[in-house]
């Protein structure tokens, strides 16, 4: 086995193993095609390493449906004039704060040609947060149980992708860095910290875990951030077999009671994701 370690960009190291001992699928190959099947597999390994570099933060290549309701949910919040800034949570590879990004520079554009009193596109920030160290390890009965947790698919330090800086990078082709608000840590310790009267519009929950969900949604609904209009996307609503006691789908259903909150369900996009628009809720603050 050779432990190699490659740079990201040139900017983070990681350590990629490489086998040379057959294993049980390799080892009943004839022997000479042996040494073929290993260095495929190796090649392969190293293979999904660049591409995984060369994909990270790149826009294109979401999911087609996925793209698509982030880019109408932010024309609805520029375009019917929904008061605050755009969240992501859970950023990971960087492909959809990417994609969010590169919409809010077009909206910047048209900020330049529209008529003084047209005040739709006025400049709006972008708060990013994730962990940078993948999912937390989950804790509440509620994840412990649900398929993709007990299956190990969310397992502690999965969907671990850019470093805060390169999404700050990445982030940056498009937008001033001063209008992008990096929120590394657990929610827990993050969330807290966001300064009163933070208003959002549009907010991309995409952090799998009930536990994490709850957060953003007690948060954002028990300190009124959520402006009344804006638009939630759950980019999990299906995952755990769409199982209305897991994940995303439990944590909105409990934030629907304990805050009164009046939506419109504006439908599903993709397989997976599911987006609501808020109307009012009766914040307890
Ligand atoms: C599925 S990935 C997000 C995918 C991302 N939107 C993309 O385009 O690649 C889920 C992310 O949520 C983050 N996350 C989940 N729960 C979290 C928590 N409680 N605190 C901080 N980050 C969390 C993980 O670190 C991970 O990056």
Same mark, same amino acid.
């Given at each position: ?108 554009? *048209? ?154 369900? *504006? ?19």
């Amino acid at each position: 086995m050779l432990w190699i370690r490659l740079g990201a960009r040139g900017q983070t190291l990681r350590v990629y193993r490489l086998h040379w001992a057959a294993g049980k699928t390799i080892g009943r190959l004839p022997a000479w095609l042996r040494p073929a099947a290993l260095l495929y597999r190796n090649l392969r390994t190293l293979a999904s390493y660049f591409l995984g570099a060369w994909t990270a933060g790149r826009p294109i290549l979401a999911g087609r449906e996925i793209r698509k309701a982030l880019l109408l949910g932010l024309d609805y919040v520029y375009l019917a004039d929904v008061p605050g800034d755009i969240a992501e949570f859970g950023t990971d590879t960087g492909t959809t704060a990417a994609i969010i990004a590169a919409r809010m520079k077009e909206y910047d554009a *048209m900020a330049a040609r529209a008529p003084r009193h047209d005040r739709r596109f006025s400049e709006r920030r972008l708060l990013l947060w994730d962990s940078f160290r993948g999912l937390p390890a989950a804790a509440l009965p509620a994840d412990l149980g649900s398929p993709h947790v007990a299956s190990g698919v969310w397992g502690e330090g999965a969907c671990r992708g850019l470093t805060e800086a390169e999404l700050g990078q990445v982030c940056a082709k498009f937008l001033p860095r001063d209008r992008i608000a990096i929120q590394a840590g657990w929610y827990k310790d993050t969330l807290p910290r966001l300064a009163a009267g933070t208003r959002l519009a549009l907010l991309h929950v995409d952090c799998d875990l009930y536990e994490s969900a709850k957060e953003i949604l007690e948060h954002g609904f028990s300190r009124g951030w959520i402006q009344n209009g804006a638009i939630l996307l759950f980019d999990d609503w299906n995952t755990n077999r769409a199982e209305p006691g897991f994940g995303e789908r439990r944590a909105w259903d409990e934030a629907v009671r304990r805050f009164s909150i009046h939506y419109s369900d *504006m439908g599903s996009y993709g397989w997976g994701g599911r987006k609501f628009i808020v109307h009012r809720y009766s914040s307890p603050a």
